[in-house]
């Protein structure tokens, strides 16, 4: 789960929905109601091509983006491995009704995964993932960042690792 090596990119695998009900971000703003996540038939086919890669020694790290969604997966990988990451949510696969930014953070849509890849295997890692959705969305950087542009706009979110982890510290 941890980031392992500045420079590596991060890829999404899966189709981000518009399933915030539920969500830690809904119980965050204290918003009731919002679609939940439902079960996802075609993630068989992602998990399978993930684990393919997996065998094949190309992920370095991969971290599920069901709870809490994209933004935490990104914060928890970065905070394991004590590294920053740079990610671009404009080229996100989504449907049609993910339009903000805060449903394409924190959606939870099962079957989605951030996965970490070294620059010199990326070629392998996406001819293992033809047939399933996936995105380059970033890479793994030496700041101690949390750096995040949005759909259309600039950038969403920029965090300090170090301020991550004094926040996540105070919820334990």
Same mark, same amino acid.
Request: aromatic residues 4%; charged residues 25%.
């Given at each position: 789960? =941890? ?15 518009? +399933?915030p009900g539920g969500s830690a971000w809904y119980r965050l703003l204290d918003i009731q109601g919002g679609a939940v996540p ?6 068989? +086919? ?8 997996? *065998? ?5 790290? #991969?971290? =599920? #983006? ?9 914060? +928890? ?17 989504? !449907?049609?009704?993910? !339009?903000?930014? =805060? ?5 939870? !849509? ?8 070294? %620059? ?15 995105? #380059?969305?970033?890479?793994? !950087? ?10 259309? =706009? ?12 004094? %926040?996540?510290? *105070?919820?334990?």
């Open positions: 789960m =941890d980031l392992k090596a500045p420079g590596n990119r991060l890829y999404v695998l899966g189709v981000t929905r518009a +399933e439902a079960p996802v038939a075609e993630s068989i +086919e992602t998990m399978r091509a993930l684990h393919r890669a997996i *065998q094949a020694g190309l992920v370095r790290a #991969c971290h =599920d #983006c069901s709870e809490g969604g994209l933004a935490v997966a990104a914060a +928890e990988m970065a905070l394991a491995g004590g590294l920053g990451l740079r990610l671009s949510l404009a080229e996100l696969p989504r !449907t049609s009704e993910v !339009t903000r930014n =805060d449903l394409a953070l924190f959606s939870e !849509t099962g079957g989605r995964f951030l996965v970490e890849v070294p %620059a010199k295997e990326a070629a392998a890692f996406e001819e293992l993932m033809d047939g399933v959705p996936w995105a #380059c969305l970033g890479a793994v !950087t030496e700041q101690n960042e949390l750096r995040i542009s949005g759909l259309q =706009d600039g950038e969403v979110i920029i965090a300090q690792v170090e301020a991550l982890k004094a %926040a996540w510290k *105070q919820e334990v």
